[in-house]
């Protein structure tokens, strides 16, 4: 029952102007520009609720603080290089994304299996825990379109659509409940459900072929995005919308998926006397055809101009879930911009250098590595020509 995340790519791999905004990356196609050039650009966080990042896919070890209610953990990267002409931009891209959910009780579980640390004697644990994610690359085309309102509004709009191949999927979720016998041992009535297409068909000890057939998981799809900004030229004040994926769905085709359940019949003991259970004991393996919707994934916020600052206050928001932002920018002079911002759901501190031709920033709640529940990094490239 160990926690899996996908794998924070591409960080340090491409040169670092986009626009994808927040936690999650929403890229608004209302502010692609007019002028040519060439562009690279990337977006990247993940962050969780409850211990180190660089503990969360393993043994959860160190400081543990998670929520009362439903804890979270979150994958977002996004890179996208290409060229711009007159609002026009058709970029190669690629996506990874993530999303965990687990109520407490999982959470507290999960830790206390991962350190062998005991379990708390007479204490029934609600199991529910899911995790989405997918990763994909393909190419993208988006534009934007300037409508004069009259009077003293300036209104943009832009729209996207992306193809999209799929490199990897992962849909789990555990359900049941595990009631404790002592500190070592429980009973369970659980249940895994589990989708991904790394596992190994080959491997008889992860996945039962059905027939003994070998099949190669693919996934094909498509996204399409949407976007506003609204000026108001006299005080400079804007607002903006964005929605990647307004309509997306990936399809894809024989994907490995187990079911597997957790009883008293399948658990045996290790060496230090700890309860383990034989999934394969009742694991049933088959390959599925699976349509993917994408969630949708918003992007607001609000900017007001004071001088040589610029004060913004913003949120995402998917499935159920915001994440609020409030920021400042600073004008150096005309070439340079200093930003900063902090996000109010993982309490991470972002700060960025901006130039006419480039963007670099970095956001963490901690300046120890080791410690940090949460990170990301963003930048990008403008070649003008």
């Known amino acids: 029952m160990k926690t899996n995340t996908l794998t924070l790519f591409l960080c340090l791999v491409l040169p670092l102007l986009g626009h994808a905004e927040g936690l999650l990356a929403v890229d608004n196609p209302a502010k692609n520009g007019q002028g040519n050039k060439v562009y690279a650009a990337l977006e990247a966080f993940e962050g969780n609720d409850q211990v180190a990042m660089r503990q969360y896919g393993t043994e959860w070890q160190g400081n543990y603080s998670p929520r009362n209610g439903t804890n979270i953990g979150l994958?977002?990267?996004?890179?996208?290089?290409?060229?711009?002409?007159?609002?026009?931009?058709?970029?190669?891209?690629?996506?990874?994304?993530?999303?965990?959910?687990?109520?407490?009780?999982?959470?507290?579980?999960?830790?206390?299996?991962?350190?062998?640390?005991?379990?708390?004697?007479?204490?029934?644990?609600?199991?529910?825990?899911?995790?989405?994610?997918?990763?994909?690359?393909?190419?993208?085309?988006?534009?934007?379109?300037?409508?004069?309102?009259?009077?003293?509004?300036?209104?943009?709009?832009?729209?996207?659509?992306?193809?999209?191949?799929?490199?990897?999927?992962?849909?789990?979720?555990?359900?049941?409940?595990?009631?404790?016998?002592?500190?070592?041992?429980?009973?369970?009535?659980a249940s895994l459900n589990d989708a991904d297409s790394r596992i190994n068909v080959a491997d008889s000890a992860t996945f039962n072929a059905p027939f003994g057939r070998l099949a190669a998981p693919s996934g094909e799809g498509y996204a399409l995005d949407a976007g506003v900004v609204l000026r108001h030229r006299a005080s400079g004040t804007s607002f903006e919308l964005a929605v990647a994926d307004l309509a997306g769905r990936m399809d894809w085709k024989d994907l490995p998926t187990n079911g597997t359940n957790y009883s008293t019949a399948t658990k045996y003991y290790d060496a230090n006397g700890y309860v383990q259970f034989n999934p394969s004991a009742t694991r049933t393996s088959s390959y599925q055809n699976l349509c993917q919707v994408l969630d949708p994934k918003l992007w607001l916020a609000a900017n007001y101009p004071m001088g040589d600052f610029e004060v913004q206050a913003a949120s995402s928001y998917t499935r159920g879930y915001w994440f609020a932002q409030a920021g400042v920018k600073y004008h150096l002079n005309p070439q340079w911009v200093i930003n900063a911002d902090f996000d109010f759901r993982f309490n991470t501190f972002g700060l960025a250098l901006q130039h006419r031709w480039f963007y670099l920033g970095l956001r963490m709640d901690s300046t120890d590595m080791d410690t940090a529940k949460a990170y990301g990094l963003n930048g990008g490239i403008n070649i003008p020509f």
């Not at 990267?77 to 891209?93: D, I, K, N, P, S």
């Not at 690629?94 to 999982?106: F, G, I, K, P, Q």
């Not at 005991?118 to 993208?140: C, S």
Request: without cysteine; proline residues 1%; glycine residues 12%.
């Open 75 to 189: 994958l977002s990267a996004r890179a996208e290089t290409g060229v711009q002409w007159q609002g026009y931009r058709l970029g190669a891209l690629y996506r990874a994304e993530a999303l965990v959910e687990a109520n407490r009780d999982t959470s507290d579980l999960v830790r206390q299996y991962n350190n062998s640390s005991g379990y708390d004697v007479g204490r029934t644990y609600q199991l529910d825990y899911q995790i989405r994610g997918f990763e994909t690359n393909g190419a993208r085309l988006s534009k934007s379109f300037q409508l004069d309102l009259g009077g003293p509004w300036q209104m943009d709009l832009g729209f996207g659509l992306s193809y999209l191949h799929g490199k990897r999927i992962k849909l789990e979720t555990v359900s049941g409940q595990v009631v404790t016998l002592n500190t070592k041992d429980f009973n369970a009535g």
